[in-house]
């Protein structure tokens, strides 16, 4: 059994997922470029992003380990909607998101140095309506700082989803499915 693997990520929420089935890791400073290239599928950006972080932490890496990295969006009618900047790009998104049907896509990639492979979760998230007022109260706790579309779903912002189709983790920020098969595939069995 493998004792610990490189997580090049600085999420907390990456972090709690892998303690919840077991896994040991370190951290890595992944800081790479995010941004969609154009004409890239938003299912394509995430997973080449997965890619990229992985491969970077694969260059930061000190001892002969796995490196798993994960990217998850969220997505609206094809477009990557990202992280707010401030309060009037956070109110932009969840105005956006209000009464609407999205999808979140999270993929995850795993690079041993020779091999590099990556599974995208897709998932279906319905937002009841929100008002302003709701909103900006929202922005006023903190969360949505730094959360892609704006919203946790596993604090707060679960009381704005009506219905999630799909994986819960994958949607909080990383797929444990996708994670487990391919870390199975890694020789790394989590059960």
């Known amino acids: ?19 919840q089935i077991g896994v040991h890791y370190r951290t890595l400073p992944i800081d790479i470029e995010e941004i969609p290239q154009p ?18 932490g694969l260059q930061l890496r000190s001892e002969d380990r796995l490196v798993l990295a994960a990217d998850t969006e969220v997505v609206l009618d094809g477009v990557v909607l990202g992280k707010p900047d401030d309060l009037d790009h956070a109110q932009l998104i969840l105005q956006s998101l209000s009464g609407r049907t999205h999808q979140v896509l999270s993929a995850v990639a795993i690079h041993d140095g020779q091999k590099l492979d990556v599974r995208l979760s897709r998932n279906t998230v319905t937002m009841r ?4 007022a709701e909103i900006r109260r929202y922005w006023e706790s903190g969360e949505p700082d730094g959360k892609a579309g704006a919203y946790a779903v596993q604090g707060r912002g679960a009381a704005f989803i009506e219905r999630l189709e799909g ?4 949607v909080m920020g990383l797929p444990l499915y996708e994670t487990a098969a391919l870390l199975a595939e890694f020789g790394w069995n989590i059960v």
């Open 39 to 56: 004409g890239e599928s938003a299912g394509a950006y995430v997973q080449r992003v997965a890619r990229d972080k992985a491969i970077a």
């Open 167 to 170: 994986s819960y983790s994958a």
């Open 129 to 132: 309506e929100l008002s302003a």
């Open 1 to 19: 059994m493998h004792d610990f693997l490189y997580l090049a990520s600085q999420s907390p929420r990456r972090r709690e997922l892998l303690e």
